[in-house]
């Protein structure tokens, strides 16, 4: 059960497009395409914004797409607002009915 | 709408032990799956069980086999973690969240509002 690797912080400027990137390993994010990413404001309850790799929720910004390449998913915001300025974390079914997250990635909108 | 209404969090002593609730509306709850997700002060999410919808299939994380035990009821649409022999490191707000299907495997798809656990002497 060890955790996905993400960047600590990435930042972009308004407009701007970002990646975070999210990897683990054969026995999850490469096996498996139950990958999610998920925004959290200080003091708030997580959002998916993403789920199975590339899903989008209703209701999401179409700013916001999940791609997969190997044992590595990826979280790209298109055209940075302001309100996207948050943590994301991604997370992965591991096998036997557990699942692991990222420790998170802050995004700073500069 | 989907909602998810955490509660018994609160202040207990090492060793002692809580009750969470996950109040659920807004859906048919026994057709999905449920996590609960912790989140220690300033520390990221970590996944701490599952539970499928037919309460088959449950599942946890080391540290709290043994001592935490998930269970749903789906005529009262409420989720459970009871937690026994509570330790400092236990402390933390914890999420349920709904999965996307019915099966542990699928993603978590929505959040309640989380619940404060403190262990403390």
């Known amino acids: 059960q060890s955790a996905l690797t993400q960047p600590a912080s990435v930042s972009g400027s308004s407009g701007q497009s970002i990646t975070i990137s999210c990897t683990g390993t054969?026995?999850?994010?490469?096996?498996?395409?139950?990958v999610s990413w998920h925004q959290q404001y200080p003091g708030k309850a997580p959002k998916v914004m993403i789920y199975?790799?590339?899903n989008r929720p209703s209701g999401v910004s179409n700013r916001f797409s999940g791609s997969k390449s190997g044992n590595t998913a990826s979280l790209t915001i298109s055209g940075l607002q302001s309100e996207d300025e948050a943590y994301y974390y991604c997370?992965?079914?591991?096998?036997?009915?557990?699942?692991?997250f990222g420790g998170g990635t802050r995004l700073t909108v500069l | 709408e989907v909602q998810l209404l955490e509660s018994g969090g609160g202040l207990v002593q090492p060793g002692g032990s809580l009750r969470l609730s996950c109040a659920a509306s807004?859906?048919?709850?026994?057709?999905?799956?449920f996590i609960w997700v912790r989140q220690a002060p300033g520390k990221g999410l970590e996944w701490v069980s599952s539970i499928s919808g037919s309460s088959d299939n449950t599942y946890y994380t080391n540290s709290v086999k043994g001592r935490f035990t998930i269970s749903r009821d789906n005529f009262m649409n409420t989720l459970y973690l009871q937690m026994n022999n509570l330790k400092d490191e236990d402390t933390a707000v914890y999420y349920c969240?709904?999965?996307?299907?019915?099966?542990?495997?699928?993603?978590?798809?929505?959040w309640g509002q989380g619940a404060l656990v403190i262990v403390s002497s």
């Open positions: 997370t992965s079914y591991a096998g036997s009915g557990t699942r692991v």
């Open positions: 807004g859906f048919t709850f026994s057709n999905y799956a």
């Open positions: 054969s026995n999850d994010i490469g096996y498996y395409n139950y």
């Open positions: 199975e790799v590339s």
């Open positions: 969240a709904k999965c996307a299907g019915i099966f542990t495997s699928r993603d978590p798809h929505y």
